[in-house]
């Protein structure tokens, strides 16, 4: 997991915009690989739509994304996760109709791999969530919130990522279940090597579990640093952690 | 009509109350005033207030009797009325049902050889079964809510009947033309109406349903607009005829000539198109393809993410439907010899799509039994013309009271673990929250 000589992933300048509505006003990020990347902030100030303009939806305005060193600003949204980047998506968005089976093979389709490659990865999922494994037939709008959060990380898997995003992987769930998500995050960061940027507003899980951490406020990023280093820092313990009493 | 559940007398005799005044409002110029034009072409009326007394009366009573079953039945949800022993018998029964109908839908000619009605019909009821498949594709799988459909339908009818009577061509050749042209419509179709869903899809689909309606009445010099297409020719035993000439089939195979030789032919052709989407449909569902189109019914901006180009998979949805639609509508014209706009209405439209709706989205064999019901059951009511459509209207409330998710909500997956793997006890101890 040594960084890698440029960043795997490098925003820079990054201005995107619903409207007239301005979301991201210059953002710089950059992700190492074999890193986990915190985004952290209040409701609204874009770390969703950074997730979102990664993929392309919405497009950026200005700057630029590079990722393996190549710009995949303009990339087609449909095209990014052949890239090898994926996504859980905020509010998890399992197929409810679809069972867990068809939910995993879904992530495993558009990017065109092995059989033998999708039985690895589908083995590697289970291992990582027993659950699923166990409710491998059942629909997926009737598992639980941690359980369908759990379907979309896996889901996200079978792309065989080198880079996961996860929008608010922890967002509704009970403290116990958020820490197996956590857990399992951790995991496939040091046994796999997969490079995570995580958006978080459960601020002391999420810096602990990261290497570095960003804080956004307002479109901008106001603090960067090391996971630890942020959560030491007098205005992010004021700011998310005493008043939000999260974890 | 109350939500909460009623209790005591008062609360019964209130709701009655009430459903009886709508009655009354309901009825009174429907019922109670009957106009009629009298011999000089001026309106005359005459008032009929004892046959209103008596609906409103019996509105009062049904009422009362509701409300008392549905104490007696208990305070549960409205979907619980079907009791599990039954819901459970009708899973038996589905699993040998599919089966158990096509091998009685293939001897129909054989039993019924003598009756003409019931081959015409049952040819009838298998075209609409195949525009039900063609149409869950679009609907039922991908989600995307057609109310135009009829115009692939006509596309494919128009290609048959133009082609055949102007260039000569055989049926089995403009066969396939008839499905890519519709399937070529479907894409045109699908390319200003990607980004609309739900609603605002309906309506645009149900506007290009009309304007194909109405090019085919108004370009007269290609269409004949309304006076239709005639003469078109009957389909060959590939290349055959089946008449009573002297190379038909009959005279080659040296049996006496019959007109239910063509007829027979007619179902078992309709049959094999009927299965042949059928059988596509069930083939595309387990490839990566037909699983985009039900994830993009599911999540769309989830399907953006997980790399599927929803673009290509609407326009894939859209003319495969379409190509079925444009199967279907050269069977059609074919087989009646002689089209015309007014066979293309919106009526069709909504008749295949409560065809799918009731059938259970997605269903194959919800939506054969639905055409089954809805098409025989026009037959087979046809003798109470007047009550007709009132019976109807009770079969689909009640349809969608109990089943709505259709007569079969059940969806089969199509992933399957490769290996029967038992779960090791160290994976399943594990499992909390």
């Given at each position: 997991?040594?960084?890698a000589?440029?960043?795997l ?35 609204g ?30 990339v ?6 052949h ?5 859980s ?10 069972s ?82 956590f ?15 995580i ?39 004021a ?9 | ?6 209790i ?59 409300e ?19 819901q ?36 009838l ?9 063609g ?10 809510l057609?109310l ?19 260039f ?32 605002y899809?309906?309506i ?213 673990l ?6 090791s ?9």
């Amino acid at each position: 997991m040594t960084p890698a000589p440029s960043p795997l992933l490098a925003i820079r300048g990054l201005r995107a915009a619903y409207g007239k509505i301005e979301a991201l006003k210059g953002v710089d990020v950059e992700i190492n690989a074999g890193e986990i990347v915190a985004l952290i902030g209040a409701n609204g100030a874009g770390k969703s739509t950074l997730m979102m303009t990664i993929f392309g939806k919405p497009r950026a305005r200005a700057g630029q994304i590079l990722y393996e060193g190549r710009d995949i600003t303009e990339v087609p949204t449909h095209e990014i996760a052949h890239l090898r980047i994926a996504q859980s998506p905020e509010g998890r968005r399992v197929f409810p109709r679809m069972s867990v089976a068809e939910n995993l093979q879904m992530g495993a389709d558009a990017t065109g791999c092995t059989e033998a490659e999708r039985e690895a990865t589908l083995q590697r999922v289970f291992t990582l969530f027993p659950r699923l494994k166990e409710r491998y037939a059942q629909r997926g709008g009737t598992l639980s919130g941690g359980e369908q959060q759990m379907l979309a990380i896996g889901r996200a898997l079978m792309s065989r990522p080198r880079l996961l995003l996860l929008d608010e992987p922890s967002l509704g769930l009970a403290p116990l279940i958020a820490r197996q998500i956590f857990d399992a995050i951790r995991t496939l960061n040091r046994q796999d090597g997969l490079t995570v940027l995580i958006v978080e507003q459960n601020a002391n899980h999420a810096l602990k579990l990261a290497h570095r951490g960003y804080v956004m406020v307002n479109g901008l990023i106001t603090l960067a640093g090391t996971g630890a280093e942020l959560l030491q820092r007098p205005e992010i313990r004021a700011a998310y952690l005493e008043g939000g009493r999260h974890g | 009509m109350t939500a909460k559940p009623a209790i005591g007398i008062p609360a019964i005799l209130k709701t009655a109350f009430v459903n009886a005044l709508v009655a009354l409002v309901l009825f009174s110029l429907m019922v109670g005033i009957r106009t009629e034009a009298g011999a000089s072409g001026q309106l005359t009326y005459w008032t009929r207030f004892g046959d209103l007394a008596s609906l409103v009366a019996a509105v009062f009573g049904g009422s009362i009797v509701i409300e008392l079953l549905r104490q007696w039945i208990g305070p549960t949800g409205a979907e619980k009325l079907v009791p599990p022993a039954v819901q459970s018998g009708i899973s038996f029964i589905g699993r040998y049902l599919a089966p158990a109908l096509l091998i009685f839908t293939l001897l129909v000619p054989v039993i019924f050889y003598d009756q003409r009605y019931i081959l015409d019909l049952a040819i009838l009821v298998l075209t609409y079964v195949m525009l039900g498949w063609g149409l869950n594709v679009v609907v039922g799988l991908a989600g995307l809510l057609d109310l135009g459909y009829v115009a692939f339908y006509a596309v494919g009818a128009y290609s048959y009947g133009l082609l055949a009577t102007n260039f000569g061509w055989s049926f089995w050749i403009c066969l396939p033309l008839a499905g890519i042209l519709a399937a070529f419509w479907g894409v045109l179709l699908g390319f200003p109406v990607l980004r609309l869903r739900g609603d605002y899809l309906a309506i645009v689909t149900l506007a290009f349903g009309e304007i194909i309606r109405l090019v085919i009445i108004n370009w007269q010099d290609l269409t004949g607009g309304p006076n239709g297409v005639s003469g078109i020719p009957r389909p060959s035993f590939f290349g055959i005829p089946l008449d009573n000439s002297d190379d038909g089939l009959a005279a080659r195979l040296g049996i006496e000539y019959s007109p239910t030789h063509r007829i027979v032919f007619l179902f078992y052709l309709i049959l094999a198109l009927a299965l042949l989407t059928n059988w596509a449909t069930i083939r595309l569902r387990r490839l990566p393809i037909g699983r985009a189109w039900e994830a993009l019914r599911e999540d769309e901006v989830a399907c953006r993410a997980l790399g599927i180009n929803t673009t290509t998979t609407k326009l894939t949805a859209f003319a495969t439907g379409a190509m079925f639609g444009g199967f279907a509508g050269a069977f059609f014209a074919t087989r009646q010899g002689f089209i015309s706009p007014e066979s293309f209405t919106f009526q069709e439209s909504a008749l295949v799509l409560a065809i799918v709706v009731l059938g259970g989205m997605g269903s194959q064999l919800g939506v054969a039994l639905s055409a089954l019901a809805m098409i025989g059951g026009f037959e087979l009511f046809r003798s109470l013309e007047t009550y007709r459509m009132l019976v109807f209207g009770m079969a689909m409330v009640l349809i969608m009271i109990w089943r709505p998710r259709g007569l079969i909500g059940h969806r089969a997956p199509t992933v399957y673990l490769t290996k029967a793997q038992a779960i090791s006890s160290d994976l399943v101890k594990e499992g909390h929250g």
